[in-house]
Protein backbone atom coordinates (compact mmCIF):
# COMPACT_ATOMS: atom_id res chain seq x y z
CA UNK A 1 0.00 0.00 0.00
CA UNK A 2 1.20 3.63 -1.15
CA UNK A 3 0.60 6.13 1.57
CA UNK A 4 0.25 9.81 0.42
CA UNK A 5 2.85 12.14 1.98
CA UNK A 6 2.36 16.17 2.16
CA UNK A 7 4.77 16.62 -0.28
CA UNK A 8 2.78 14.40 -2.61
CA UNK A 9 -0.74 16.67 -1.39
CA UNK A 10 0.65 19.52 -2.19
CA UNK A 11 1.69 18.59 -5.20
CA UNK A 12 -1.71 17.52 -6.40
CA UNK A 13 -3.41 20.66 -5.24
CA UNK A 14 -1.24 22.61 -7.57
CA UNK A 15 -1.57 20.75 -10.32
CA UNK A 16 -5.34 20.90 -9.88
CA UNK A 17 -5.33 24.66 -9.69
CA UNK A 18 -3.02 24.76 -12.80
CA UNK A 19 -5.35 22.44 -14.66
CA UNK A 20 -8.35 24.61 -13.35
CA UNK A 21 -6.61 27.64 -14.29
CA UNK A 22 -6.20 26.55 -18.16
CA UNK A 23 -9.24 25.56 -18.41
CA UNK A 24 -10.64 28.61 -17.46
CA UNK A 25 -7.92 30.58 -19.98
CA UNK A 26 -9.80 28.01 -22.79
CA UNK A 27 -12.93 28.99 -21.27
CA UNK A 28 -12.92 32.95 -20.88
CA UNK A 29 -16.11 34.04 -21.86
CA UNK A 30 -18.16 31.23 -20.29
CA UNK A 31 -16.31 31.50 -16.90
CA UNK A 32 -16.98 35.12 -17.47
CA UNK A 33 -20.16 35.31 -17.93
CA UNK A 34 -21.25 32.27 -15.01
CA UNK A 35 -18.78 34.55 -12.19
CA UNK A 36 -21.22 37.12 -12.86
CA UNK A 37 -24.37 35.56 -12.60
CA UNK A 38 -23.18 33.16 -9.87
CA UNK A 39 -21.54 36.49 -7.72
CA UNK A 40 -25.27 37.93 -8.33
CA UNK A 41 -27.26 34.66 -7.26
CA UNK A 42 -25.05 34.71 -4.13
CA UNK A 43 -25.65 38.57 -3.15
CA UNK A 44 -29.34 37.90 -3.51
CA UNK A 45 -29.77 34.45 -1.54
CA UNK A 46 -26.54 33.83 -0.01
CA UNK A 47 -25.44 30.83 -1.87
CA UNK A 48 -25.19 29.64 -4.98
CA UNK A 49 -24.28 26.26 -6.90
CA UNK A 50 -23.50 25.03 -10.33
CA UNK A 51 -27.20 23.70 -10.50
CA UNK A 52 -28.43 27.20 -10.26
CA UNK A 53 -25.63 28.05 -12.96
CA UNK A 54 -26.58 25.44 -15.77
CA UNK A 55 -30.35 26.69 -15.52
CA UNK A 56 -28.92 30.47 -16.50
CA UNK A 57 -26.70 28.71 -19.04
CA UNK A 58 -29.56 26.80 -20.49
CA UNK A 59 -31.41 30.18 -20.97
CA UNK A 60 -28.37 31.89 -22.26
CA UNK A 61 -27.42 29.10 -25.09
CA UNK A 62 -23.80 28.75 -24.03
CA UNK A 63 -21.98 25.44 -22.93
CA UNK A 64 -18.49 25.00 -21.25
CA UNK A 65 -15.90 23.54 -23.77
CA UNK A 66 -14.85 21.53 -21.00
CA UNK A 67 -17.38 20.25 -17.95
CA UNK A 68 -14.41 21.28 -15.66
CA UNK A 69 -15.25 25.19 -16.56
CA UNK A 70 -17.92 24.84 -14.29
CA UNK A 71 -15.60 24.62 -11.36
CA UNK A 72 -13.20 27.52 -12.64
CA UNK A 73 -16.24 29.84 -12.40
CA UNK A 74 -15.40 29.56 -8.37
CA UNK A 75 -11.70 30.25 -8.55
CA UNK A 76 -10.29 32.52 -6.52
CA UNK A 77 -10.27 34.17 -2.92
CA UNK A 78 -13.81 35.95 -2.46
CA UNK A 79 -15.55 31.88 -3.19
CA UNK A 80 -15.71 30.30 0.06
CA UNK A 81 -17.53 26.68 0.47
CA UNK A 82 -20.83 27.03 2.59
CA UNK A 83 -22.11 23.56 2.30
CA UNK A 84 -22.74 20.62 0.21
CA UNK A 85 -25.55 19.11 -1.56
CA UNK A 86 -26.77 16.29 -4.62
CA UNK A 87 -27.22 17.88 -7.64
CA UNK A 88 -30.54 18.15 -8.83
CA UNK A 89 -28.91 18.22 -12.73
CA UNK A 90 -29.66 14.89 -14.07
CA UNK A 91 -26.53 14.70 -16.11
CA UNK A 92 -24.82 14.74 -12.34
CA UNK A 93 -26.86 11.71 -11.75
CA UNK A 94 -27.23 13.12 -8.04
CA UNK A 95 -23.23 13.43 -7.10
CA UNK A 96 -22.42 16.01 -4.45
CA UNK A 97 -21.43 19.16 -5.19
CA UNK A 98 -20.60 22.33 -2.94
CA UNK A 99 -22.50 25.19 -2.60
CA UNK A 100 -20.60 28.56 -2.30
CA UNK A 101 -21.21 32.16 -0.89
CA UNK A 102 -19.25 35.27 -2.20
CA UNK A 103 -17.35 37.19 -0.03
CA UNK A 104 -16.29 40.17 -0.99
Known amino acids: MTQLTLQDAAKETVLKEQGLNDVAEHAEHF ?3 MRRVAR ?3 EESGFV ?3 NLRVYADQLGIVPHHS ?3 GAVFMGKHW ?3 SR ?8 HAREIRV ?3 EP
Open 80 to 82: KVV
Open 40 to 42: KIS
Open 100 to 102: WRY
Open 31 to 33: VSV
Open 49 to 51: STD
Open 85 to 92: KQSQYPGN
Open 68 to 70: NAW
